[in-house]
């Protein structure tokens, strides 16, 4: 019979950390990798000082296992990248070519573009220039001029032409859609807006070999998004309805030119007008009419066909002096850095000039009574008197003058508005006119351009102008006893 061996209690030596060190099993994996950067940092030296290579120790690192990819219930999944964080974006198109405007000193001089119906580029470079406004050019449909942060506020409150007011930002010639996104990116926009704000961004083009606005629109404003998330640290959401900043983009065959929308909604828009009739005049457009005619703001004005009385309201604004921006909103009072009592000392002087009443007659006529009542509730809404305009109903035929010299302005029905049958009316009304009125300026704006042959009289000017899609001409009509033919 063997005798088993008795368990016997041996002490050994503990080994020193050294030994431990060099018996320690090396993990692989997101842990060991941790570790070993920690282990790293405790081992770098606190003094950010560089030795000099002949100085610094010959670090040698531990070996690493070899990576293995992790286990999925599918098998090994393919091993992903480290995230890494965003550097600094460099330009494509660097130097030179970006030509941003923006300085952090809102005195310095900005480059403003200030579209227009098109037809009205001259009446708006003499009504820029009347306003005090320097370097003005005329362009495709609008002007450009240059101006500081105050005179942008000031073209919004007065311009009765301008649709809306344009700060360029920055340009650059540009030849595909990438570059396009480092313009974009490399504009300083944090200075005007955050990710606090609402975007939206269009874009518009002439000549431009881009495929498709649409995806253009987009990398700018990826571009944008992505300069306020990397400084800082979130998007700004995007609002195509009511947004806080608007940004618009105009390209050309070669160039692109990246603007803030300074307006908001369009300049048009003065806040009084709800009931627009059968064929609407916007009010910059009507405001031009009246500007073309030149309408002396101390004579008599008549609009035998009135409909919501837009050109009469605008008339009576322009000779009060009353601003078209007085009562509405704009988009600069949603900028960052908003200086809120400059704009508010800019409308109290503004204020300070309108005229207490108006001495000249204005009168509007038209056949619809429901029309005359839009009329009359629009010009309460425009913060006048009933008794500033006369609105009435009556027929353009019956109609007299009441002063020997005066301005006919007005938007005759034409087109799908007037039958075929009712062509007669024009001899009618043209003879009407040489009865009664001699020595009046007669003013017609209307897409038919066979009128001055209905009428049987000369323009003495045209005008060619587009109400909205219409192409339209503003027949100039001097009137005199005899006929004009």
């Not at 409909?307 to 921006?325: D, N």
Request: glycine residues 6%.
């Amino acid at each position: 019979m063997t005798s088993t061996p008795k368990k016997t209690l041996t002490l050994k030596k503990k080994p020193s950390a050294a030994e431990e060190a060099e018996t320690r099993r090396i993990r692989s994996g997101a842990r060991a990798r941790q570790a070993m950067q920690m282990q790293r940092l405790k081992e770098e030296p606190t003094e950010i000082v560089a030795p000099s290579k002949a100085a610094r120790p010959e670090k040698k690192s531990p070996p690493r296992a070899a990576k293995r990819p992790a286990k999925t219930p599918t098998g090994y999944a393919k091993p992903t990248q480290r995230p890494t964080p965003n550097p600094v974006k460099k330009p494509r198109i660097a130097g030179p070519q970006i030509q941003a405007t923006f300085s952090a000193n809102r005195d310095d001089l900005f480059n403003i573009f200030a579209p227009c119906p098109q037809g009205l580029e001259e009446a708006l470079f003499a009504e820029l220039q009347a306003l005090g406004f320097e370097h003005v050019s005329q362009g495709r449909a609008g002007c450009h001029f240059a101006t500081d942060w105050n005179g942008v506020l000031r073209a919004n409150l007065y311009s009765r032409l301008a649709t809306r007011i344009l700060v360029q930002m920055s340009y650059a010639k540009i030849a595909n859609e990438d570059e396009l996104y480092e313009l974009a990116y490399h504009t300083p926009w944090e200075n005007w807006f955050g990710a606090e704000q609402t975007l939206r961004v269009d874009t518009s083009a002439i000549r431009c070999p881009f495929q498709s606005l649409q995806f253009a629109n987009l990398r700018v404003k990826d571009g944008i998004c992505d300069r306020l998330r990397d400084r800082e640290g979130e998007r700004p959401s995007i609002d195509t309805v009511r947004p806080d900043a608007k940004v618009h983009a105009f390209l050309n065959e070669d160039s692109a030119t990246l603007y803030i929308d300074s307006t908001g909604e369009s300049l048009f828009k003065r806040g009084w007008r709800h009931h627009k009739g059968e064929a609407p005049l916007r009010e910059n457009l009507a405001a031009g009419l009246l500007a073309l005619s030149d309408w002396d703001p101390n004579a008599p004005l008549i609009d035998p066909f009135c409909g919501s009385g837009t050109i009469l309201i605008e008339a009576a604004w322009i000779a009060l002096g009353a601003p078209p921006g007085i009562w509405r909103p704009f988009h600069f009072e949603r900028l960052r850095h908003h200086d809120a009592r400059a704009w508010q000392d800019l409308k109290a002087e503004a204020r300070a000039h309108i005229a207490p009443e108006i001495e000249v007659p204005l009168i509007g006529y038209d056949i619809d009574p429901r029309v005359i009542e839009a009329a009359k509730a629009n010009l309460a809404r425009a913060h006048l008197h009933p008794d500033t305009i006369r609105f009435e109903v009556g027929n353009a035929l019956d109609i007299q003058p009441v002063a020997a010299k005066g301005w006919i302005v007005t938007n005759p029905p034409y087109g799908e508005r007037l039958d075929d049958t009712d062509a007669e009316f024009w001899s009618e009304w043209a003879a009407h006119l040489k009865q009664n009125f001699a020595g009046w300026s007669v003013n017609m704006i209307t897409s038919d351009l066979d009128i001055p042959s209905k009428l049987r009289l000369k323009p003495n000017r045209r005008h060619p102008l587009y109400n909205g899609p219409l192409d339209c001409r503003l027949f100039n009509f001097q009137m005199v006893a005899a006929s004009n033919r």
